[in-house]
């Protein structure tokens, strides 16, 4: 099925999606099939080259890319960056004062229920203060809140780096470098999971209390990612192992995080039984089973999602918008 007026030569809706993203509801999203399909990917030869990949390759863009290891530190700067992503996008060009303003990301955060009104006035003034935003003049005294290149640019960073690892193991529309550039399908894609939350209720870690633990602390992210990407089964005379390595002075140096920090989220993982230190420094921790297959789990869910998403939004945009442009580049560390 296509969207109304797209092009036969592109992507359908992926299977798990009953109608059309950019039209929301209740209805939209089959969570079984989604869920079904990423249970069938974790039999895909090549899945656990696919989830190294993602972790490594967010790793990578945050430790080289100052800018972005900056703007998302916890789940309530992302869903920021989306919000004012989705506005931004979603405007009508014949309505001046349609778009992202403090109001709306108000009453967004009041649906989501995720942050007060003083974290998001915090982040309304940290992201202008950082050239993320602009403010806009509009009639009646109302003020835009646009995003700027510069902001496009790091998001786009953290596309780039979602998207290499989904070509890995799926088909995308287009190399993965061309639509991390293309400043439209981020935003639609962005637009699809606002939607699928604040009008289905539904995020990807939804069903995994265990990565919301750690994405709801500061650079929790980064270290779950440390976790998935040294993530292996070492043999013993029991049962195989899964260890992980989570080198506390390591990380904090390639990613310019405090040591504590990383300590602190070894302690909460190992107060919640789901990690176990084998040696000293988090060189090397052992995961309980269930963590474990929980965290390849989930991965397997970004990888479907993603790749979903992206086909779905190349299959919504008219060709021209799913062309490749040249973006500004985000600043470096």
Request: glycine fraction near 6%; charged fraction near 20%.
């Amino acid at each position: 099925m296509l969207y109304p007026g797209a092009s036969p030569s592109l992507p359908t809706l992926p299977a798990w999606l009953r109608t059309p993203p950019a039209q929301w509801d209740a209805q939209t999203l089959d969570r079984e099939a989604l869920y079904s399909h990423a249970r069938s990917l974790r039999e895909h030869p090549r899945f656990d080259l696919a989830r190294r990949s993602f972790a490594a390759n967010m790793l990578h863009a945050f430790e080289t890319h100052q800018g972005l290891n900056r703007l998302l530190r916890t789940e309530d700067q992302l869903a920021f960056q989306a919000y004012v992503l989705t506005l931004h996008h979603r405007r009508d060009p014949a309505d001046p004062e349609s778009g992202a303003t403090y109001s709306q990301l108000l009453e967004m955060y009041g649906v989501g229920r995720i942050a007060s009104r003083s974290v998001v006035k915090k982040l309304v003034s940290l992201n202008r203060l950082r050239g993320h935003l602009r403010v806009t003049p509009a009639s009646r005294g109302r003020r835009l809140l646009e995003p700027t290149d510069q902001l496009i640019a790091t998001m786009a960073v953290w596309f780039g780096a979602n998207l290499a690892a989904v070509e890995q193991i799926a088909p995308l529309p287009q190399p993965a470098p061309d639509l991390a550039a293309n400043a439209t399908v981020l935003c639609e894609v962005m637009s699809y999971g606002v939607y699928g939350y604040l009008r289905g209720g539904f995020v990807l870690s939804l069903d995994y209390p265990e990565v919301r633990a750690f994405m709801a602390r500061e650079h929790g992210y980064l270290v779950l990612m440390a976790i998935v990407e040294s993530m292996h089964e070492k043999a013993g005379d029991g049962p195989a192992r899964v260890m992980a390595a989570v080198p506390s002075m390591a990380l904090s140096r390639r990613l310019k995080v405090a040591r504590g920090t990383v300590r602190n989220l070894l302690t909460m993982a190992t107060e919640h039984g789901w990690v176990r230190e084998v040696t000293r420094g988090g060189h090397e921790v052992e995961l309980d089973p269930g963590f474990a297959h929980r965290c390849g789990e989930w991965m397997a869910l970004e990888l479907v999602w993603m790749a979903g998403m992206v086909a779905a939004a190349c299959a919504a945009l008219p060709a021209a918008h799913t062309q490749p442009r040249p973006q500004p580049q985000p600043q470096p560390a």
